[in-house]
């Protein structure tokens, strides 16, 4: 008798999802113990009134989550391809089915170390992902999470394990050649090393930001939660703030650096060390 063996799950932020749906690039071995996420795209939205709510929505999109958060609906464009699909698609119906489960979600990348993972919180452009790209690609950290760290039941659950790099800033890394075009061009994906596990705590968070010269300094407790808080995926939207409570009581670095790539060395040392 022939037996017919079943692919193995893939998934990303915690989660199990089809691979007909995301393909499988980019996507970890999922645990047995991950919950399944099913996700429908296009139109129409579910109804209301069989257990559906709008999550969070933008001009040409909206994500509806299912009660009990085991699956979301993304309307909007349908024909998108695998890549946007893997991001940034999955991180919002990710973000929606975590809030559903009482979890919370950072606009972060994060790094792994010996320890557990440093969360790198910035601005939009304000070199995040440069800095885990020269981490993973100089210094040898695992990437946990590119652009969305998932916070639930008290670990943070790994990304896709990919990196979205600026066309210039891939150029100046050195890295463009290793990467695809990606997002109508721009973005330069660049596929990374799994994680050596897939969920951990939370040791610490940087917050990266520009300056005239390179400063390294503790944020006061009392600066925390607001940082955290502004940081948080979808911040108008409520989920569970003890998440940022208890990110804020850990050891937090601000650093502050030039719009150049040199200090990085000792940003990753300040990184490690702090």
Not at 28 to 48: F, I, M, N
Not at 60 to 67: C, L
Not at 244 to 251: E, F, G, N
């Amino acid at each position: 008798m022939n037996r017919h063996r079943l692919p193995d799950p893939v998934g990303a932020y915690g989660f199990r999802v089809d691979p007909d749906v995301f393909g499988r690039r980019y996507l970890h071995a999922a645990a047995p113990d991950w919950p399944e996420l099913t996700v429908q795209l296009g139109v129409p939205s579910p109804p209301e009134q069989d257990g559906w709510r709008e999550a969070f929505a933008a001009d040409d999109w909206t994500v509806r989550v299912r009660r009990g958060g085991g699956a979301a609906w993304w309307s909007g464009a349908a024909a998108l391809s695998t890549d946007a699909r893997v991001h940034p698609l999955l991180s919002l119906v990710a973000c929606a089915a975590t809030l559903e489960r009482g979890g919370d979600c950072l606009h972060a990348g994060a790094v792994l170390t010996p320890d557990g993972v440093v969360a790198v919180l910035a601005a939009r452009g304000g070199g995040k992902t440069s800095t885990m790209a020269w981490l993973a690609f100089e210094a040898g950290l695992d990437v946990f999470t590119d652009d969305q760290l998932t916070l639930r039941d008290g670990l943070a659950h790994a990304g896709p394990g990919c990196l979205d790099l600026r066309p210039d800033a891939a150029e100046r890394l050195g890295l463009r050649s290793q990467g695809r075009e990606v997002r109508s061009g721009e973005r330069i994906r660049l596929e990374v090393k799994p994680p050596a596990c897939l969920r951990a705590p939370v040791i610490g968070t940087a917050v990266l930001e520009w300056g005239p010269d390179l400063r390294i300094s503790s944020v006061p407790p009392q600066e925390r939660l607001a940082l955290l808080c502004t940081h948080r995926t979808v911040p108008m939207v409520d989920g569970d703030l003890g998440v940022p409570l208890r990110l804020a009581a850990l050891p937090m670095l601000r650093v502050r650096r030039p719009p150049t790539f040199d200090n990085l060395p000792r940003i990753a040392r300040a990184l490690l060390d702090g």
